[in-house]
């Protein structure tokens, strides 16, 4: 175990970095680097993605607390929206972490895989929208803002991530410049997170006893406490290092060079299942 932990604080310092670097949570590359890590500790295939996904959830909750207190104190969390999305955030949580459950490890990989590539062509190729001042006309209503909350939610569960994403580029379309957007958007991943992470603790619980006893030791329903608490003790400092870093480099090449590494990231996540 000695050496796996030494691999987790490794991948949680290189997620943390990118995180700050690139201003997107590290999810796309916690996910990926936990699967690589827990198949070389023979955690079984059945339960390998499962396992990756809810990990990288917890560590979102300690990583989404310390980016939604950043940007709070610059006054760029819109609370009112956050307040309307957060019941849709939790519901949709919980619901994508009950689908992801039941999806074969395989599969869901091919999926994880298939959501890097297309993250990774976003950034290489779209631009966010920027806007000077917030325009709230556009936003839809209390309840349609829940809803959106709750396709956030299960669709972020499903991959481990925090949701920045998707959030960010929605509420952008609907009216809040981009500062607003990103601050906003790392309060949302509070909920989304914490409610994965129990959803991924919980449906755990019911996979196949065969698989459940060659689990690992440490793993709780889906999620790997070792793994947890080593990746978000190292991302929680590495991710400061890239938010200094990320005001010294380019950010246009920065982005291009974090979108190159989610193609691969996901190609090699796609060939390497047994799906394919």
Not at 128 to 156: C, M, R, V, Y
Not at 242 to 270: D, E, S
Request: proline share 4%; hydrophobic share 55%; glycine share 14%.
């Amino acid at each position: 175990m000695d050496i796996f932990i030494l691999y987790y604080l490794a991948a949680g310092a290189f997620a943390g970095l990118l995180a700050g670097l690139f201003g997107i949570g590290g999810g796309m590359i916690i996910v990926p680097a936990l699967i690589y890590i827990f198949k070389a500790q023979g955690v079984p295939s059945a339960a390998l993605t499962h396992v990756g996904i809810g990990t990288s959830l917890a560590t979102i909750i300690v990583t989404s607390i310390s980016s939604l207190r950043a940007h709070h104190s610059k006054g760029a969390v819109n609370w009112n929206v956050w307040k309307r999305m957060a019941p849709g955030l939790v519901i949709g949580s919980l619901i994508g972490a009950a689908v992801a459950s039941v999806i074969h490890g395989d599969s869901l990989q091919v999926i994880i895989g298939v959501g890097a590539f297309l993250v990774g062509l976003k950034m290489l190729f779209m631009k966010n929208k920027s806007l000077q001042e917030n325009d709230f006309s556009k936003l839809p209503s209390p309840i349609g803002q829940t809803g959106l909350g709750g396709f956030i939610g299960a669709i972020s569960a499903i991959f481990g991530i925090g949701g920045g994403s998707l959030t960010v580029p929605i509420l952008s379309y609907y009216g809040l410049k981009i500062q607003h957007a990103v601050g906003t958007s790392a309060a949302c991943g509070l909920p989304i997170a914490c409610a994965g992470a129990i959803g991924f603790l919980v449906f755990g619980q019911f996979i196949d006893p065969n698989v459940k006893q060659d689990l690992p030791n440490g793993v709780l329903g889906f999620v790997h406490m070792y793994a947890f608490i080593c990746v978000s003790f190292a991302s929680f400092f590495t991710a400061r290092i890239g938010a200094k870093l990320a005001h010294k480099l380019p950010g246009a090449t920065l982005k291009k060079a974090f979108a190159v590494l989610l193609l691969i990231v996901g190609v090699k996540l796609i060939l390497n299942s047994d799906v394919i």
